[in-house]
């Protein structure tokens, strides 16, 4: 081999694609690489069963083949060592004129991720393909499972709407970056039986993801929910079992069912082992060698139900593949893997598209983003799906990713890159992003400006330079963009993040202001009247804005909206593109208040009807004072950052992400009567307006305690403790102290928001208070939004 230098680039534009070897799915292979190439380059790439003089060569193959290549190419890969399974080998060799690039996979998997490799290094533009020996490498994945789901179900905010080519193209560039897996839905599950967005009926989508997938050798999972009322009623079983073969006939090739403990179809694990022994039996005679999976995952679970459920997973039932780790499994994945025997597979479900109500919530997390962007906003967060990935992934087998949409594209292939190898960069997978799906000249500007995007999730929104840094970097690149680059969906993704967190930062910083000017108004109430003051303060907290820049920012939101509805179907507004509520419309709260106007304005306009002027002065000093503890008091809100101070913590958020060992932050008030909430607005308890402060709480999860100390109480004082109860929760919670002084036994929260108790002076006695609470068994958790320790009058 001649002295090729390291960053010499040779041109391979128009190379010839020689496929060689016996599988019978290289062809496809040499196909996929046809079309990636032609769609980014203007040159063609003829596939050809033997080399031609004047071009360059893309040589396929597998290792068993290398023995039967023509001599001199064989001459060359003749110290070529055997790869672990799925791995491959990429090499660029100058030892023939022209050049040759030659990927070698050590089966069908590898050789098809050898092409991904290629195609995510290599250095194009319209009118070239540049390859050096940089891009040379030999690879295999750490773990076996690597994949995400792609249910087709109206839920989901944009694959409903995916065509069979859309999915095609989808599914491949998941596989060019590593996945061997992709997870369908069944037809009927927690969701609508169809959607008006749907291009063909999802019995027949389900059959083309199946399709596709064995077409590229990937592996197809299947999460079946119980949707039945009672598993134990033959007729139930019965006609349960007749739609799953006809789902399981459906479709060409299903490796693996994935059926939930529960979210939704919560059974008695001696039920659901002896229900699904039965859908073994259906389901083997079209997918012979699938197995069943299945995850204790329930909502309100209690010792004897786990207990139960690892009996039988432990008794290694020949149907049974293995155990899924995913959203509220109470039990942390160190403790699953110990329950579970050592031979046992564990997969995760890691839930990489949520916000909120999510498995991994966003650290340090401003409360106007959360009202803003939801539950399933766009959310690159690559830094942070890292540190989640490689914090657990030691644990398990591999994951295929819990989505709800094209808004998590970004952590899909952070997920898949660190499956691969859990040393990849972020910045490795991002420029590779990057490069690939924009191209080579906006691979520094994109990688830049998703990380900007993460950073504008962390902190307070008020203060952020990130917003202002992201959006001036994300205008840049959209200056220079052509029409091909706007219409891509994930440059759309990139750009509508860019202004929607622009425009909220900016719409906050005005209703912040805003807010400030009505209760200086009010604070002078005593001199110029309550009444003309409410009026006054009425008036400011209704205006609108009236800043042309405020206007610019939302109006290409919008259109950005439009645009991603138009290139992919996402939904992200109801009226205008069919979303389903709290599923993605995150366009749709461009103007939600984001200051405490609504609850101040009901208030006030509660106050004007009170017939005096003492009382109506004396109302409004209380509302003005509603947070302050009196003199020598504590007062703490656990949305502010300050008061998290005063939580005692076991370990950092880097160790528990999931927020399964101590306290993690949750929104939204909570609805009495509404087990689920999925939009974070500021109302509750029967509908009313409340305070900001009760739409964040402090949680733990299940029976996992919260700890939270004061310290430099006054012993010789006595004081009172008034707490805020809030969130979706409602559970069953008793407050006690460290050193067993009981403040409140079990108590069923959700009713009303506010408790009072005496604080035992003897729990202080040193000066400092460490508050104690627990939940009763099968509860979701413990939520507390604020505290205030307040002095009794001596």
Known sequence: MSGLSYGQNFNFSGAVIVPFGESERIPTYAKILKEELESRINSTFPIKQKEEAASPIILLTQYDAIQSLPKKWKKRLKDVEAM?????????????????????????????????????????????????????????????????????????????????????????????????????????????????????????????????????????????????????????????????????????????????????GDLEPDVLFHWLEEVATVLHRFHPAAKIWVSPQVFRPTKAWFDQFFFHVNQKYDWFGGVVFGPWVKIPLPELRQLTDSSIPIRRYPDITHNLSSQYPIPEWDLAMAMTLGRESINPRPKDQKTIHNSLAHFANGSISYSEGTNDDVNKFIWTDQEWNPETKVLETLRDYSRFFFGPKWVDAATNGFLAQEENLRGRLLYNSSVSQALAQWQAMEEKADNKLMANFRFQMGLIRAYFDAYIQQKLLFETQQEQKAINVLQGSEKIGSLKSIEKATRILTEPASDPYLAQLKQRSLELADALYQSIGAQLTIESHGAASGRGNFIDNLEVPLNDAPWLLANLKAIQ???????????????????????????????????????????????????????????????????????????????????????????TLYDTPLLIKYEELNPEKAYKIRIAYTGRFRSKMKLSTDDGHLIHDFIQTGAKPLYEFELPQSSYADGDLVLHWTCGEGERGVQVAEIWIIPKPD
Do not use: C
């Open 84 to 264: 672990p399974g799925e791995g491959f080998k990429v090499v660029i060799d100058d030892t023939f004129s022209p050049p040759m690039a030659i990927i070698i996979g050590k089966d069908d998997r590898g050789l098809l991720f050898g092409i991904g490799h290629l195609l995510r290094k290599m250095d194009w533009s319209e009118n070239h393909l540049l390859l050096n020996k940089s891009i040379e490498k030999t690879s295999s994945p750490k773990y076996p499972i690597r994949g995400h789901q792609l249910g087709y179900r109206p839920k989901t905010n944009a694959y409903d709407a995916f065509s069979v080519d859309r999915f095609d193209q989808y599914i491949r560039e998941l596989a060019l970056f590593g996945a061997n897996s992709i997870e369908i839905m069944p037809p009927r599950t927690d969701d609508d039986f169809t959607s008006p967005h749907m291009t063909i009926p999802a019995i027949d989508m389900i059959g083309e993801q199946s399709r596709i997938a064995d077409e590229l050798d990937l592996d197809v999972w299947m999460w079946y929910p119980n949707m039945a009322e009672d598993y134990e009623d033959p007729k139930t079983r019965t006609i349960e079992l007749t739609q799953r073969k006809d789902v399981f006939a459906s479709i060409p090739r299903l490796d693996h069912l994935f059926v939930p403990g529960g979210d939704p």
């Open 609 to 699: 009807k009170v017939p005096e002027e003492k009382l109506r002065e004396d109302k409004i000093k209380q509302l003005l004072n509603r947070t302050n503890p009196s003199p020598g008091g504590f007062y703490d809100n656990f949305g502010m950052g300050k008061s998290w101070n005063r939580v005692v913590k076991t370990k950092i958020w880097s160790q528990d992400p999931g927020g399964l060992y101590g306290p993690r932050e949750s929104f939204g008030v909570g609805l009495k009567g509404q087990e689920w909430v999925h939009e974070i607005q500021a109302v509750g308890f029967g509908g009313t307006a409340t305070p900001l402060a009760w739409m964040n709480q402090i949680t």
